[in-house]
């Protein structure tokens, strides 16, 4: 399978050290400088797996870039280049839809295991065993990754999709936010606990009736989350 990343990055000197440190680790990178030019690039090359976005470009923004993106394609995994400053930002690309972001400066090792982790979820993982699980109104298709909602499909992203199956097989259970980060990020993830928040309130508004007043994902205060009654 390809191993094919594009980079988004207005600013050539960043973009440099990006394509370097991927390059090194083993991947195939598509550059691009506007956001224009990546959707073209992404049509272009539909086995691309994982997209890094710059948010400050001319011309369209990379968080159009990322709504743009996933309004057609829910496979890919994206990270959100934010600067240090942009605390909303990040909030704000997770919610168009983005699986993760990082803060510039970052370090190659940081950017190398970041790309790693969406790598793998993003299709470089081993299939899954056929199957469906059922828990009404949901039925979470394992074969196909697809969640129905009373029989209507759900779009889900490949984070949001890792959740709900988290969830389905651990019907009742507490889970606590460093266990949900270890299960759908995996162990040697270092990200912040915040990024599942963040994911679980997005998740929330694509399958509760009402995302102020959640019924299936569970608040479990001061603690985590917990799938059901
Ligand atoms: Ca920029």
């Known amino acids: 399978m390809a191993r094919r990343v594009l980079v988004l990055e207005d600013e050539s000197s960043i973009r440099g050290f990006i394509v370097i440190n991927l390059t090194r680790a083993g991947y195939e990178v598509i550059e691009s400088e506007t956001g224009e030019e990546a959707l073209e690039k992404l049509k272009e090359n539909p086995d691309i797996r994982v997209a890094l976005l710059d948010i400050m470009l001319p011309g369209i923004d990379g968080f159009e870039v990322c709504r743009r993106i996933r309004a057609t ?42 790309v790693d982790a969406l790598f793998r979820r993003a299709g470089g993982a081993a299939p899954e065993q056929v199957g469906e699980i059922f828990q009404e109104p949901f039925l979470l298709n394992t074969r196909n990754r697809t969640l129905a909602k009373n029989g209507q499909r759900v779009k889900l992203t490949q984070v949001e999709y890792s959740i709900m199956k988290m969830f389905m097989e651990n019907p009742g259970k507490a889970l606590s936010r460093e266990e949900i980060l270890d299960m759908v990020w995996g162990r040697d993830y270092f990200g912040e606990l915040k990024i599942v928040d963040v994911n679980i309130r997005r998740l929330r508004l694509k399958i509760e009736d009402n995302a102020q007043n959640p019924t299936y994902i569970n608040t479990v205060w001061g603690y985590g989350y917990k799938w059901g009654f």
């Open 73 to 114: 394609n829910t496979r890919i995994g994206i990270i959100m280049l934010t600067a240090r400053s942009q605390e909303m930002d990040k909030v704000t690309g997770l919610m168009t839809g983005a699986d993760d972001y990082v803060t510039k400066p970052f370090s190659p090792a940081e950017l190398t295991a970041r």
